[in-house]
């Protein structure tokens, strides 16, 4: 196996934070994110007044986005050892974990196609605007399930000495836990439930990075054992 | 949590790792509750108004059902203790009748209010009511797995290990318990 290259995909991960945090943060301005009350005009304001603004850091966050593949595939690597070759965990967060990629580019486009032209009748933005967060913050199904197969996985671990300490895994079926109310988003225009709400926005947000800080100091001291046991 | 897993005295039930899910989600619903009265604040008389349409019998009817589960459940780890798994997994099963029958309950209670034309979007009081006694009910389900999943270890008893995973089983469910204390309390009683 070789090491370097396992390093090289964890490491991804670190990029992606930043180029996302660049991109969601002081470019498009969507953190903090719209309000799903605000009018049609409102919104497509904000989409004439930093057009450039936005297409740039979107244009950032849907590029980054592809490194997450190689972080997924980075916990693969590390589940192989814990299920002693490919078992069936494995599989299910490498295909989840996919998955999640593409629930974090397509918003990106959707909101492209808003930025493209901002002159548009502003209800049309207000859909595409709609959409992007939508789709951005209610899919926690693949979330949900790559955490529980990561957890299971951890805390089904026979290995004499264990690839991560079993609190990872207990945290990881936390994480699965709270990504859930999320997809209840659909309700609400307003209030801790809507998605500018913070057990919607905020909380994940948070939970996400720190969960993202956490897998990557277990992959790196997991892979760092691995180069040097062969 | 770290402080809580490396202190070894006094006995800390079950494994350390599972406390940091039990503290995380004790930490999430904190904040629920932290939310739903700094709202409550806000607009007192529609949450008092609202209040008054929840079923208090049946509240109290799921805080016995959940007080009576958390109790079959500290019996059931008492019994295995003493090294009578078929006891324990006896107790086991009483406690998740319990469970089963707060779900029951639960889905009349819901069904009541539904027909009374009360739903998630009424307004703020019954989106608390509906989030998170719903997140609470979540969570009565996969402690109804994790019970079932206990009542399987006890199946092939091998003393140590059984007997800590029972604990950090025992330790969810009870966790489970107190969220509904506190939210019976918040929900249908706080004046």
């Keep these: ?230 | 949590m770290s402080e809580q897993a490396t202190r070894s005295h006094p006995h800390l039930p079950g494994e350390s790792g599972v406390w940091v899910f039990i503290l995380g989600d004790m930490l999430m619903f904190a904040a629920f509750f932290i939310v739903f009265m700094f709202y409550r604040g806000e607009d007192v008389a529609l949450y008092a108004k609202s209040q008054l349409t929840l079923n208090q019998h049946l509240g109290a009817v799921n805080t016995f059902l959940m007080l009576s589960s958390s109790w079959c459940v500290a019996v059931a780890i008492e019994t295995a203790r003493g090294g009578r798994p078929r006891g324990a997994q006896g107790w086991l099963l009483s406690a998740m009748a319990c469970a089963v029958g707060f779900v029951v309950v639960k889905f009349f209670e819901y069904s009541e209010k539904i027909a009374a034309g009360f739903t998630l979007t009424s307004n703020d009081f019954f989106m608390y009511y509906y989030m998170l006694t719903g997140l609470h009910l979540m969570h009565v389900l996969l402690g109804l797995g994790v019970l079932t999943y206990l009542w399987f270890t006890l199946r092939a008893p091998s003393a140590a290990s059984t007997l800590r995973t029972l604990e950090s089983g025992a330790s969810f469910w009870h966790m489970v318990d107190i969220l509904w204390i506190v939210l019976f309390a918040l929900l249908y009683l706080v004046r």
């Design chain 1, 1 to 230: 196996m070789n090491i370097r290259n396992e390093l090289l995909c964890i490491w991804s991960a670190v990029l992606f934070v930043i180029i996302f945090t660049i991109g969601i943060w002081p470019l498009t301005h969507f953190l903090p994110p719209h309000l799903p009350t605000a009018s049609a005009e409102e919104i497509a304001a904000l989409y004439q007044d930093r057009t450039w603004q936005i297409r740039l850091g979107l244009f950032l966050m849907m590029g980054c986005s592809g490194l997450v593949c190689a972080f997924v595939a980075a916990i693969t690597v590390a589940m192989k050892r814990m299920e002693q070759g490919a078992g069936p965990l494995t599989y299910t967060q490498l295909s989840a974990g996919s998955l999640g990629a593409v629930l974090l580019i397509i918003p990106c486009l959707v909101w492209t196609v808003a930025a493209f032209r901002p002159d548009r009748d502003p209800q049309l933005t207000l859909l595409l605007n709609d959409m992007g967060w939508i789709m951005l913050f209610m899919p926690f199904t693949t979330f949900v399930v790559q955490n529980i197969a990561i957890g299971l996985a951890i805390l089904g671990d026979r290995n004499a000495a264990p690839v991560m300490p079993r609190w990872v895994g207990f945290l990881n079926l936390w994480v699965a836990v709270l990504f859930v109310p999320g997809g209840l988003l659909t309700f609400f225009k307003k209030g801790p439930f809507a998605w500018s709400g913070v057990f919607v926005y905020w909380v994940p947000l948070v939970v996400f990075l720190g969960w993202y800080l956490v897998m990557f100091a277990m992959l790196r001291k997991s892979a760092l054992r691995a180069g040097a046991a062969v």
